[in-house]
T-cell receptor
């Protein structure tokens, strides 16, 4: 099992450019998540998908869109990149827990994005 | 609303000495609590988790944490530090009542291990 994979590993963009970060998991998980990590702030949730066909906003969704392509894949799109979006982006997945049950999230290796 | 505070941004210990990384949480309901570790330029790896079973939780690589409801704490400990423990550690809370199963991360504690 590869677990959670992310592409690309590193990307440099100019302000205003667009790009899509890809994430895939092979653990048959229902739920998938996108986080960004900034120095001194831990990880903050951008968007999540509780199950195939559904997506919801997290803590910091502005400037991003997501697509849950199928059960395995969950992509994050920056339509018009801004320097404030310079960050490390992590994708995660988990089984869908019943209400009141939190399932462990498994993380990908991250994508380092630099917006000039 | 849930939140988590890691009381130390940096901790430095000597190899072979005990490790203590402090975490306090705030949650409106019965929380699930986690510790994740991130080695340089790597993703996050789960060390251990508490989900309302035993209050003393044992994790990988000799780490353990104790859930203390009266103190709203979930401190991470290890009896003897190893050089390979040098990494950033995140305390994480998830409120079972939020419905969205998202995690709230602390700001992280960077552990240095001196030879």
């Amino acid at each position: 099992n590869a677990g959670v994979t992310q592409t690309p590993k590193f990307q440099v963009l100019k302000t205003g450019q667009s790009m899509t970060l890809q994430c895939a998991q092979d653990m048959n998980h229902n739920s998938m998540y996108w986080y960004r990590q900034d120095p001194g702030m831990g990880l903050r949730l951008i968007y999540y998908s509780a199950s195939e066909g559904t997506t919801d906003k997290g803590e910091v969704p502005n400037g991003y869109n997501v697509s849950r392509l199928n059960k395995r894949e969950f992509s994050l799109r920056l339509e018009s990149a801004a320097p404030s979006q310079t960050s490390v982006y992590f994708c995660a997945s988990s089984h869908k827990g019943d209400q009141g049950s939190i399932k462990t999230q498994y993380f990908g290796p991250g994508t380092r994005l630099l917006v000039l | 609303a849930q939140s988590v505070t890691q009381l130390d941004s940096h901790v430095s210990v000597s190899e072979g000495t005990p490790v203590l990384l402090r975490c306090n949480y705030s949650s409106s309901y019965s929380p699930s609590l986690f510790w994740y570790v991130q080695h340089p330029n790597k993703g996050l790896q789960l060390l251990l988790k508490y989900t309302s079973a035993a209050t003393l939780v044992k994790g990988i690589n000799g780490f353990e944490a104790e859930f203390k409801k009266s103190e709203t704490s979930f401190h991470l400990t290890k009896p003897s530090a190893h050089m390979s423990d040098a990494a950033e550690y995140f305390c994480v809370v998830s409120d079972q009542n939020t419905g969205r199963r998202a995690l709230t991360f602390g700001s992280g504690t960077r552990l240095q291990v001196q030879p």
